[in-house]
């Protein structure tokens, strides 16, 4: 029997019994539950006010397309201290949400330093958890609403 083609049941029985076997449950399903939970979780956290940081406008657009319906700010063109400034003052809770290439990696650390000097504590938890779910396929915020949407499309209910 292909890895694909397993019943309803053993897939629940992996998700009560622990970490899914290669053998019980295809990879890519969890993945897809996986990111749906950190999807909503960001979603949630956005509609109670959280800002989020992204790049540039494409990331924003992204996000906008997967239901994100708080406020957004964009790093790019704008210097580090100056947006950090900008959101400690006007945000409680910040989630940083740069790529995951390099330059967002340097990105989203000199966001968080200049962040935690002003007395924030920005969540990068989130973009760390998306990194490693999705880092083999895409590489930044711009391309998620459509990774989402090919994989719901392939392994969604």
């Known amino acids: ?27 890519k399903t969890y993945d897809l539950e996986a990111l749906e939970e950190l999807i909503a979780a960001l979603l949630e956290a956005s509609s109670l006010g959280a800002a989020i940081i992204v790049e540039g406008r494409h990331d924003e657009l992204a996000l906008r397309a997967l239901g994100l319906s708080g406020p957004v700010m964009m790093a790019s063109h704008r210097r580090a201290l100056d947006l950090a400034e900008e959101a400690a003052r006007s945000f409680s809770t910040i989630v940083l949400l740069t790529d995951w290439d390099s330059k967002g990696d340097e990105m989203a650390r000199n966001i ?7 007395g924030s504590r920005p969540d990068s ?17 711009e391309s998620l609403s459509h990774y989402m949407e090919r ?4 392994y969604g209910p």
């Open 1 to 27: 029997m292909d890895k694909h083609d397993r019943t309803g049941i053993e897939l629940v029985n992996t998700m009560v019994w622990g970490r899914a076997s290669e053998e019980c449950r295809p990879k």
């Open 112 to 118: 968080e330093h200049h962040l935690r000097s002003m």
């Open 125 to 141: 938890d989130m973009r760390s958890r998306l990194k490693k779910l999705v880092k083999k396929e895409i590489k930044d915020v």
């Open 151 to 154: 994989m719901r499309e392939l």
